[in-house]
């Protein structure tokens, strides 16, 4: 058995968007040191965290990321599924028994995912957990589940089943058996909160990538941020570039996190409706979007719909721009966001052509 990970979305956060391919976000700062740009890089949330801010002297630039660093352990210390002491973790241990005293930021955090779910009729669901944990993707014994193991997990699966009581501030997993992972927005949820976090401290300009939700603050010498997205076939190649400010971007792709078994890649989008990974002809999808938790849960659910019914989600709603790439290597990019991707992939055998509204 074979498995392969990748990182969600390559990137590179340049000004005059100009593609370093292979720099680091510290070797960017470097080449352009009048900026003042300092860079820190953690291993948080199992995925490695880059951040650079501009503007500040290099004291008070490492203060804040070093005090940003933790405020990003003490998010993964509430919202880990691992962690044994974490907010989830007691959440799942007492599924089916009692409520649990938690934070406001994990109800505001599974409040947000169970809105997710609702708006996507299922396709983003954090009670897949159990689903995902015996295909092996949480604990890296990946494996292939009986068809009688999937069709009993899946019928844990279902926010609905979530109780959430603000007065008391606790939570509850109605059915033994059930479990929740928020690994599928935490990242997203972070971004928007570091987002703000700076903006406190008085930071102007900044990049993020954590795990490859990344997030721009600002403007760097009054022009956007560049962010090259990844040929999902090609690790060491990406198919445009992607013009962003404000905004945060996130991919989700079946390339992100797969094993291999008796000749077939089995992915780790899980399809909460049926318990396998989805197979409806995408291979990325990319979310543009202000809110970093909305789009992280989108990337997902978009993904596991398909082509048709994610172009006719984004049609119905006026919060979001998309760029899709299907297995029969075509990418897409939703109107809204067309002006300001530059598409790069037509060496690599890509076709590209704008969605419209209708």
Aim: aromatic share 10%; with cysteine; charged share 20%.
């Amino acid at each position: 058995m074979k498995c392969n990970k990748r990182l969600k979305c390559l990137f590179f956060a340049v000004a005059s968007f100009i593609l370093f391919t292979g720099c680091t976000m510290e070797d960017i700062a470097k080449k352009n040191g009048k900026d003042n740009g300092v860079t820190t890089k953690i291993f948080a949330m199992n995925t490695v965290m880059n951040m650079t801010i501009y503007g500040e002297s290099i004291e008070s630039a490492k203060k804040i990321l070093a005090e940003a660093e933790q405020e990003i352990y003490q998010l993964e210390a509430l919202f880990s599924a691992t962690m044994k002491n974490s907010d989830i973790s007691y959440i799942n241990e007492n599924a089916g028994k009692s409520p649990v005293k938690v934070s406001e930021q994990t109800i505001t955090m599974i409040e947000k995912a169970k809105e997710i779910q609702k708006l996507t009729n299922g396709a983003f669901d954090i009670t897949v957990s159990p689903v995902v944990k015996a295909w092996g993707f949480t604990t890296r014994n990946f494996r292939v589940p009986k068809k009688e193991e999937i069709t009993k997990l899946i019928s844990y699966i279902n926010s609905d089943w979530i109780t959430i009581n603000k007065e008391e501030q606790t939570v509850f997993l109605e059915k033994p058996g059930m479990a929740i992972d928020l690994g599928g927005i935490a990242k997203g949820y972070t971004a928007d909160y570091l987002s703000n976090w700076f903006e406190q401290k008085g930071v102007a300009s900044g990049i993020l990538s954590l795990g490859g939700n990344v997030i721009g603050i600002g403007l760097h010498n009054g022009n956007k941020w560049g962010v090259a997205l990844q040929d999902p076939l090609n690790e060491n190649a990406s198919v445009g570039i992607l013009k962003i400010g404000n905004q945060s971007v996130v991919t989700s792709g079946g390339y992100q996190r797969n094993f291999e078994k008796d000749g077939k890649i089995y992915h780790h989008i899980i399809n909460p409706k049926t318990g396998y990974p989805a197979e409806e002809g995408l291979i990325s999808v990319t979310i543009i979007s202000s809110d970093g938790t909305k789009a992280d849960g989108l990337s997902t659910a978009l993904f596991v719909m398909g082509i048709e019914q994610a172009v006719d989600f984004w049609r119905q709603s006026n919060d979001f721009e998309a760029i899709f790439i299907t297995e029969d290597r075509r990418v897409l990019a939703t109107e809204g966001i067309a002006d300001d991707f530059q598409f790069t992939g037509e060496s690599q055998g890509y076709q590209y052509s704008t969605i419209f509204k209708k």
